[in-house]
């Protein structure tokens, strides 16, 4: 019986976890710096590029950056890609006004977070 109610409750859970991470065009996320060198799930430029460029010294301007779902494209494999811009407005970097990120993979690995 215990292990039926385990069950129940995991499948539970799993369900509603899967329900509210579908995005949507609007939704407030947050920009986090991955520990790694450079983000694999958004895309961002190389950082020696943004430094050639001499604009930035890194990921630094864009940590803790609130941005905004602008558009989603969800592909016939199940994948979701989104658009993503900055919230008030202004450019990635002095560069970009819009990134290309792949939604359930950065949201995965912590480079996107999901404000509530």
């Not at 069950?7 to 986090?32: M, Q, R």
């Not at 983000?39 to 010294?57: Q, Y």
């Not at 941005?67 to 970009?96: C, H, M, P, R």
């Amino acid at each position: 019986m215990k292990k039926l109610l385990f069950t129940l409750l995991c499948f539970t859970f799993f369900l509603s976890a899967s329900a509210h991470n579908e995005p949507k065009v609007g939704d407030i996320l947050t920009v986090k710096t991955p520990s790694a060198e450079g983000f694999n799930h958004i895309d961002f430029p190389k950082a020696n590029t943004l430094i050639k460029r001499g604009v930035v010294t890194g990921y630094k301007s864009v940590d803790n950056e609130a941005v905004v779902i602008d558009k989603v494209d969800t592909k016939d494999n199940g994948s979701t890609t989104v658009i993503i811009k900055k919230k008030d407005g202004s450019k990635f970097f002095g560069l970009l006004n819009k990134v290309k990120a792949d939604y359930a993979k950065a949201i995965e690995t912590g480079e996107l977070v999901i404000i509530k």
